[in-house]
């Protein structure tokens, strides 16, 4: 019977976003597979995150590219960001989590993409007089993947609802960064 390598891999995030401390067994078990199958396909642990780490990363790209980040204003983009980027945000809560995959010289260069993108966001944004300029780019986007990886886990605990996650992240975040035009 032949291993369908992407399930394996979305049946372990949908696991590991719920409970990180997962084991190589419980996530096999997840995928339907012995857990010498699932070794087969990734050599250990630190194989099957970095499997994850490409996935999140395809899958947030993908999101990025749905939301047209270069169409209409800056935060009309981004809310559509937000919106995108919900049924990957708990992947990328868990690699969050995952220290080594942003230590040493082993770092994917594809986060240095998404964030140059992101960046990108708030950047255009701030030159159309809409975001604050006192809060740099890169801190925005830091914020806006600190707030999609808390609102997963709000969600996975129970304390949010889903229906409303989108929307308190976009309100939150916009909230923080627009430009008062009061003086």
Same mark, same amino acid.
């Not at 099957?48 to 590219?65: K, N, P, S, V, Y």
């Not at 975001?131 to 999609?148: M, Q």
């Given at each position: *019977?032949?291993?369908?390598?992407?399930?394996?891999? %979305? %049946?372990?995030?949908?696991?590991?976003?719920?409970?990180?401390?997962? =084991? *190589?067994?419980?996530?096999?078990?997840?995928?339907?597979? =012995? /857990?010498?199958?699932?070794?087969?396909?990734?050599? +250990?642990?630190?194989?099957?995150? /970095?499997?994850?780490?490409?996935?999140? #990363?395809?899958?947030?790209?993908?999101?990025?590219?749905?939301?047209?980040?270069? !169409?209409?204003?800056?935060?009309?983009?981004?809310?559509?960001?937000?919106?995108?980027? $919900?049924?990957?945000?708990?992947?990328?809560?868990?690699?969050?989590?995952?220290? $080594?995959?942003?230590?040493?010289?082993?770092?994917?260069?594809?986060?240095? /993409?998404?964030?140059?993108? #992101?960046?990108?966001?708030?950047?255009?944004? $701030? !030159?159309?007089?809409?975001? /604050?300029?006192?809060?740099?780019?890169?801190?925005?986007?830091?914020?806006?993947? +600190?707030?999609?990886?808390?609102?997963?886990?709000?969600? $996975?605990? +129970?304390?949010?609802?889903?229906?409303?996650?989108?929307? =308190?992240?976009?309100?939150?975040?916009?909230? +923080?960064?627009?430009?008062? *035009? %009061?003086?």
């Amino acid at each position: *019977m032949a291993v369908d390598r992407a399930h394996v891999l %979305e %049946e372990a995030a949908a696991l590991l976003a719920r409970r990180s401390t997962s =084991s *190589m067994d419980e996530i096999a078990r997840a995928a339907g597979i =012995s /857990r010498a199958t699932l070794h087969r396909h990734f050599a +250990g642990r630190d194989a099957l995150i /970095r499997a994850l780490e490409q996935l999140g #990363i395809e899958q947030l790209a993908q999101a990025m590219d749905a939301a047209r980040l270069d !169409e209409d204003d800056a935060a009309t983009a981004l809310r559509r960001l937000v919106t995108e980027a $919900q049924p990957v945000a708990g992947v990328l809560a868990f690699l969050f989590t995952e220290n $080594q995959l942003f230590e040493g010289e082993e770092v994917n260069s594809g986060w240095a /993409r998404l964030d140059t993108r #992101i960046h990108a966001l708030f950047r255009r944004g $701030q !030159e159309e007089g809409d975001f /604050r300029i006192d809060l740099s780019a890169t801190w925005l986007t830091e914020a806006f993947y +600190g707030l999609v990886g808390a609102g997963a886990w709000a969600v $996975q605990e +129970g304390r949010v609802a889903r229906n409303d996650l989108t929307h =308190s992240i976009a309100e939150l975040l916009l909230g +923080g960064i627009r430009r008062s *035009m %009061e003086k």
